[in-house]
Each structure stands twice: as C-alpha cells, then as structure tokens.
C-alpha cells in the first residue's frame, strides 16, 4: 500500500483538501473527484510560482516563529504597514535584519513583545498548545454558516444554464486580500462568473500575490465609502468580504446592512478569528500557531512547525465558493437575501477535530511542470499553479488595479 502523501502532515491536511475542493464540485453537480497532486500543488501554489522565469520571494523577514524568554511567538510582516508597526513596536529600523528581531525577541517575554506588536498595530500571537474544548465548541457551528436575512423574490439568473461556465451572468464583487478570500472569487470567476476585485487605492497588494490569485478577474481601486461602490453593490449579485467585522462597520459594509440596502444580495464573509473578534486581524500563519497546529506540527517536540500548506486559507476559500454556488441555486428558487461566513478559525477547528497520525506520512514527489499553466500579463511571462477543478482553465490575472470600477457590459461579455 502506498502510504506517501503529497501533502504529508501529522493532521489531516491532505485529507481536509480534498473534502474542501471536492465540495466545489459537488455544488455545481459534477460527479468528478480532483486529483490529489493537482490540489496538493495548487495548495503549495507560492512554491510554483514564476514571474519571468524567476521565483520571488514571498516571505518578508518580518514573518516567522521567535523564541522568547518563555516560549515562543509568531509575527507577520507581509505587508509594508505590518512591519512598519513591527519595527516601531521592538523601537527597530526598517531594515533590520533576523538578527535584530532575534536579540529583542530573546530578551522579553512572549506577552510582552505580543502585547507591544500589537499595541502598535502589528500582528504577532503566542505560539500556544492546543485546546480540545475550545475546539469542540467551535465545531458545534457549521463549518460554513448560511443564514437568509433578507426576504425579497427569487431572481432568474439561470445559474448553471451553460456547463462550460456555469457562474455566467453572476456578478461578484471581490473586498478581499491575500489568500483565502482571492482563492474563493477566483474559483468563481473559474467558473464563469464576473468577478471584480475592488481594492483601496493606498494599500498596494505585493504583486507575486495577485498573480497567485488573481486569476480571470478584473481589478480595480476604489475608496469603499464612495458612491461608485453603492452604485457596484446595487448590480452585484455576490459580494465576498475579507476584511475584519469591525473595519466592514466603520466602511458601511456590515452584512446586515448590506441586505438592507441592496435586497437579493449574497453577503459571504471570511475573517481570521470569527464573529467573537470582530477587531482582531490574522493570517493563516498565525492561526496555525496560536491554535495549537504549530506544537501539532512540530519537527522535534520543541520548536514550532507548519502545515505543509496554508491549509487553512486554502481551505476556506474553496468552502467558502462552494457554499456560494449552492446559495445562488437556493436564492433562484425561495428569494432572499444571505449572509454566509466562515473563519481560518473554524476550518483549524476542523482540522484539529479530524483523524491525525503520530508521524507525517513520507512525502510523494510531484512534478509541477504537469500541474502549471502560463499566461502573458503586460509583456511578463506568470506561470501559476493550474485549476483544481477538473475540465477548467484559468484566464490570466490582469495587472493589479489595472482596470476600472464598472462591471463588464453586456452580463455575458468575455473577459
């Protein structure tokens, strides 16, 4: 029996990837199952990644696990303000090295250097054991909860009318950033729909990201609270959300008062931490760590380890696509409007509540050259890991920001 894996982990990574990719499939009735080396290198999707025949670099020095006085903790620094808080927070340059980090970390402990991160703006968490109850109680929810708050007629969209896309006609507006959030909208637009990405014009996407996940959507930059955005919102027929509950009140952007104001609308929101931390931000990374899966993961029982993959982005981007395409159906048939959410939180849940195994299994080599597909984007040559979704092809991402804040005229225009 062969017992390697392509994503060899002590948790059911391999596993909760199938479930979630599959579960697309299931939602627009096909009976096809996705080949495991092909999601395992779309999960793995930075590792393929090449811009003009290189491959960037998509970690920034500010981002890993630190050992403290009394533990450990993991910081994310990505993103040009996180570091900024970062280095302001420790009193570092902006151009300090592993080292500077390493000294200050060394020297404080694990509270206090999260307590100042945070306090300044950063993002970092205490790499903590799991929490069986905490876990069992956050699997009482539904791994994606879908509520109707909204009682409008049935629209006739004739979702699913074309096999080839059957997501043609539907309009989503993409207010999400980096992984889970773009994984969801570009498996959309995957399958037909028209999807618009719609960014704010002073927070600029690292460009290796958006051609990760870009794929077959146009992107725009636009202030959320401008007309422009309602006049969107008015024409949209989905709407996926991935900015903190709290920063979606200030914007205008709440669920509830979308549906309000824009009866028929599907609302699908994604956050780190869930609907009991409206204010806190988060990554994969640092959900990992402060849920117990780093300790899980753990190369020698002390130091800190990963995932194979960001499982947890990934993941809740394909469930979260998947539960939008059995709403569309379900909107044509009883109305309404709908609200549908899940966190990195609650797929670690998931995760941690899955079979596991004392050791990762050995892992099973895959060549990516069988699992990539290349585009043209501006004179660059962007090769990306392919499509999951057997019988689809991605169209090429378009150059963040590049496009303008309108959807595309007539409904069933190509790209």
């Not at 202030?223 to 200030?250: C, H, I, N």
């Amino acid at each position: 029996m062969n017992t390697s894996s392509p994503l060899p982990s002590r948790l059911a990574t391999a596993e909760l990837a199938a479930t979630s990719v599959n579960a697309v499939l299931r939602a627009i009735d096909q009976s096809d199952h996705a080949d495991p080396d092909r999601i395992a290198v779309a999960y793995r999707s930075d590792r393929v990644l090449l811009i003009d025949d290189d491959a960037p670099s998509v970690w920034s020095p500010f981002s890993g696990f630190w050992r403290a006085s009394d533990g450990w903790l993991r910081t994310h620094g990505n993103y040009a303000h996180h570091a900024s808080a970062l280095c302001r927070a420790l009193a570092l340059p902006t151009d300090a090295g592993a080292d500077d980090l390493r000294a200050v970390f060394a020297a404080a402990s694990v509270r206090d250097s999260v307590d100042r991160i945070t306090g300044a703006g950063g993002l970092a968490v205490a790499v903590r054991g799991e929490n069986p109850d905490e876990d069992a109680a956050l699997r009482e929810r539904s791994l994606v909860e879908i509520t109707r708050i909204g009682d409008d007629a049935p629209r006739q969209t004739a979702v699913y009318g074309d096999p080839a896309a059957p997501l043609r006609g539907i309009r989503v507006l993409d207010l999400t950033r980096v992984i889970a959030g773009p994984v969801c909208t570009r498996t959309l637009a995957l399958l037909g729909a028209d999807v618009l990405r719609i960014d704010p014009p002073r927070l600029a996407e690292p460009e290796w990201q958006h051609f990760d996940t870009g794929h077959g959507k146009r992107s725009a930059l636009l202030d959320a609270r401008s007309p422009q955005m309602t006049e969107l919102l008015t024409e949209a027929d989905v709407v996926v959300l991935g900015y903190r509950p709290a920063a979606l009140d200030r914007l205008g952007l709440a669920p509830e008062f979308l549906a309000e104001q824009h009866p028929g609308l599907i609302i699908a929101q994604l956050s780190a931490w869930g609907r009991d931390h409206p204010d806190r931000a988060g990554f994969d990374s640092l959900v990992q760590a402060e849920s117990g899966i780093a300790m899980i993961e753990s190369p020698d029982g002390e130091r800190p380890g990963a995932l194979p993959a960001q499982a947890l982005d990934h993941s809740a981007g394909y469930l979260l696509a998947a539960s939008i395409c059995e709403t569309l159906v379900r909107r044509e048939r009883e109305g309404g409007s709908w609200r549908i959410t899940t966190s990195l939180r609650r797929v670690a849940a998931e995760l941690l509540g899955m079979p596991r195994r004392d050791e990762p299994q050995p892992e099973r080599e895959i060549d990516p050259a069988l699992h990539r597909q290349t585009f043209s984007v501006s004179g660059r040559t962007i090769t990306t890991a392919a499509p999951v979704l057997p019988g689809f092809s991605f169209a090429a991402p378009r150059p963040w920001g590049g496009d303008r804040a309108r959807w595309r005229s007539p409904r069933t225009a190509p790209v």
